[in-house]
């Protein structure tokens, strides 16, 4: 690699967003991780043949949404779709071609349940799509045969209004505000009129998980579509589609103050469908499913406070990243991508306000090296930030520390013309 197309790469790293998808899941009894699981799920809803992430959502969704609170049946745990009476009800035609798709990775993890590749799959689907982070516990406990299939009927009808809404979730456990939420689902997909019998997509970008579907709501003028199919509205485009359901969701007064704040507000609505999801994913599962989502969850907020942590300490913000520490922020935690900590990142772009804090109360390693082999004083070196690169030798950088491309902090310096930068690691 040369210098010139490592520091483009460097930038990237230092400031690209990555479409990664990252689940954090407990690791299971048997050692597989769903990490792996998460990995060879995307692999097969996305492909050169289309981006079947929408039914992977659907799959999980239809699977968890038949639980009952008054006896404890149905739900994600039994993946008893397999099976001749649920997989025919009227409501979740098209899903056997979910089911076929995850075939190949329930294979590969064989101590892996179906159910928890199902509940896998509509996560893993939700952030690949570009959504948020849900947790989700591992243990369901496949059944054997079809005797536990719950009765057909017990998922949302879309021809149906509030009422009808609030019957199905207040059955499942949900109130009001979770109901509108995970509405917001529809934001990805589309109907085919082959399966529900309806038409069209909900917004302009059905592979994009965000806010639109809200705000279509509230800005779009909807009227019924003139059409030899069942009751639905068109936007005056005549290109996006809404179903009775979800037009009940603004004609309803107590439905419609969310929809409003979801409009507004992606980050509101990503936070509460990450919990509410994660909810209808566990309904009904063994008490070890909802202890490693309710572990999960945790695991990502520290995550999530790490990640923050980087960011900040790249930009300079001592009181944001320090937020993050107070949130439980690992500060020795590096990007997944790149292997880089917040001390390179401070130290990339120059930011020697950071570097007592860092070094000394939090304690930070100088000489960590990243993807490349780079240290923070290699990226110092490279830019001419000689207080950073004093600061580092100070308290303990390592100056014959070599990158991938045998290279000590001094040879970057020469490298880049930082002649003064290089005698003082020489």
Not at 23 to 51: F, H, Q, R, W, Y
Not at 103 to 124: M, N, T, Y
Not at 252 to 266: I, M, R
Not at 286 to 296: E, I, N, R
Request: glycine share 8%; charged share 25%.
């Amino acid at each position: 690699t040369s210098s010139a197309s490592h520091y483009r790469t460097l930038i990237a790293t230092s400031i690209a967003v990555y479409p990664t998808v990252s689940l954090t899941i407990i690791m299971s009894a048997d050692k597989v991780t769903a990490e792996a699981v998460k990995e060879e799920i995307v692999g097969k809803l996305v492909t050169p043949a289309g981006n079947a992430c929408p039914l992977g959502v659907r799959l999980a969704w239809h699977s968890a949404g038949t639980y009952d609170k008054n006896d404890g049946t149905g739900g994600t745990n039994g993946a008893t779709m397999r099976y001749e009476l649920e997989a025919n009800d009227d409501a979740n035609a098209g899903l056997g071609i979910a089911r076929d798709l995850l075939i190949p990775v329930e294979k590969s993890h064989p101590h892996v349940s179906v159910s928890d590749v199902w509940a896998l799959a509509g996560a893993a689907a939700v952030e690949k799509t570009g959504g948020p982070k849900v947790p989700v516990g591992l243990g369901r406990v496949d059944q054997t045969d079809g005797t536990k299939c719950p009765p057909n009927g017990r998922l949302p009808d879309a021809s149906q209004g509030a009422q009808h809404l609030r019957d199905v979730f207040y059955r499942m456990g949900f109130n009001d505000q979770e109901i509108v939420v995970l509405s917001g689902a529809h934001t990805l997909g589309r109907c085919h009129q082959s399966r529900s019998g309806f038409d069209g997509p909900w917004t302009s970008d059905p592979l994009k998980f965000d806010n639109t579907y809200f705000s279509n709501l509230i800005d779009c003028k909807w009227s019924p579509r003139k059409w030899d199919g069942p009751l639905q509205y068109q936007d005056e485009s005549g290109q996006l589609m809404m179903l009775p359901t979800d037009l009940a969701l603004i004609q309803d007064e107590k439905f419609k103050p969310y929809v409003e704040l979801y409009a507004k507000d992606q980050e509101a609505f990503f936070n509460d469908f990450s919990k509410a999801f994660a909810k209808l994913l566990s309904n009904g599962c063994p008490a070890a499913v909802m202890k490693s989502t309710t572990d999960s969850a945790a695991a990502a907020e520290k995550n999530v406070a790490s990640r923050d942590f980087r960011e900040h300490c790249m930009h300079g913000s001592k009181e944001h990243a320090a937020a993050a520490v107070s949130n439980g922020a690992n500060v020795h935690a590096t990007e997944p991508n790149s292997d880089r900590s917040a001390l390179h990142k401070a130290a990339f772009w120059g930011h020697s306000h950071l570097m007592e804090w860092l070094l000394v109360e939090l304690k930070m390693d100088p000489n960590v090296q990243d993807y490349a082999g780079d240290t923070a004083l290699h990226d110092a070196c490279r830019f001419g930030h000689d207080a950073v690169v004093k600061a580092l030798l100070e308290k303990g950088a390592d100056k014959s520390i070599k990158n991938q491309d045998g290279k000590t902090a001094a040879d970057v310096a020469k490298d880049y013309g930082k002649t003064g930068t290089a005698a003082l690691v020489a």
